[in-house]
C-alpha cells in the first residue's frame, strides 16, 4: 500500500500570509487528490493534480486560491494563498493506489 | 450531482451490542460504494468496498439499489470499533474522485 508523508501536520498563521503543504509518496502514483475538512463537516475534494498537467478543480475552488504543483510522480504541493479564517481546516493528500485511496496523516491549519 | 447522507453524528452502543451505521445516497447512475475508517490519531483508511462483498473485521454492508443505502453492519461491536466512520461514493467509471458523507462517531461503551 501507498505510505503518504504529509507535512506539515499543523500549523497557525495569520490572516493574509499563505501556506504550502507538501505531500510526499512512497511510490509512483499517477493521481493525487487534495480535500478539505472543515470542522464538523465532510471531506471536500479541492482538486485532482495529475504529473504533467494542470490540476482540476472542483466547483468553489479557483488556482489562485489554492494552486497546485505535482512535479512528479512521488510529490505534491498544495498552498493556501491570502488566508482567512474561513480557510481553518484539515486538508489531507490522497493517492490512488490499486483501486483505493491512501490518505495522508493531514494538515490541521488555524487562521487567526 | 452526486450525494451521501449519513443521518447519525453520533452512534453510542455497548459492547456486543449489533451495530449500524446508516449511509444513504443518491445517484442517478452505478455508484460504487465505499466505507473508510479513521481511528483515534491515525489516518482514513479504507474499511471495505461494495464491490467486494467481503467482511472486514465483522463489518458488512450491502448495497441497496431500491432503497439507494449502504448500511455497516456488524452484529457484535467490540471497544476497538470505536472510530468516526465514513461512507464515500464514486461516480461508476470515473477516477478516483469521492464524495464523502459527513461521517457517523461511534462509541463502543464497556
Known amino acids: 500500500s501507498a505510505v503518504i508523508s504529509q507535512k506539515p501536520s499543523r500549523d497557525i498563521c495569520q490572516r493574509g500570509t499563505s501556506l504550502t503543504i507538501q505531500c510526499q509518496v512512497d511510490?509512483?502514483?499517477?493521481?493525487m487528490f487534495w480535500y478539505r475538512q472543515q470542522p464538523g463537516q465532510s471531506l471536500t475534494l479541492i482538486a485532482t493534480?495529475?504529473?504533467?498537467?494542470?490540476?482540476?478543480?472542483e466547483s468553489g475552488f479557483v488556482i489562485d486560491k489554492f494552486p497546485i504543483s505535482r512535479p512528479n510522480l512521488t510529490f505534491s504541493t498544495l498552498t493556501v494563498s491570502n488566508m482567512s479564517p474561513e480557510d481553518s481546516s484539515i486538508y489531507l493528500c490522497?493517492?490512488?493506489?490499486?483501486?483505493?485511496?491512501?490518505f495522508g496523516s493531514g494538515t490541521q491549519l488555524s487562521v487567526l | 450531482a452526486q450525494r451521501v447522507t449519513q443521518p447519525e453524528k453520533l452512534l453510542s452502543v455497548f459492547k456486543g451490542a449489533p451495530v449500524e451505521l446508516k449511509c444513504n445516497y443518491s445517484?442517478?447512475?452505478?455508484?460504487?460504494l465505499f466505507w473508510y475508517v479513521q481511528y483515534s490519531r491515525q489516518r482514513l483508511q479504507l474499511l471495505l468496498r461494495?464491490?467486494s462483498r467481503e467482511s472486514i473485521k465483522g463489518f458488512t454492508a450491502d448495497l441497496n439499489k431500491g432503497e439507494t443505502s449502504f448500511h455497516l453492519k456488524k452484529p457484535f461491536a467490540q471497544e476497538e470499533d470505536s472510530a468516526m466512520y465514513y461512507c464515500?461514493?464514486?461516480?461508476?467509471?470515473?477516477?478516483?474522485?469521492?464524495?464523502f458523507g459527513k461521517g457517523t462517531l461511534l462509541t463502543v461503551n464497556p
Open positions: 511510490s509512483q502514483v499517477t493521481m
Open positions: 464515500a461514493l464514486k461516480k461508476g467509471g470515473s477516477n478516483y474522485k469521492l464524495t
Open positions: 493534480a495529475n504529473q504533467g498537467s494542470e490540476a482540476t478543480y
Open positions: 445517484y442517478s447512475g452505478s455508484p460504487e
Open positions: 461494495h464491490i
Open positions: 490522497s493517492v490512488e493506489d490499486r483501486e483505493q485511496l491512501f
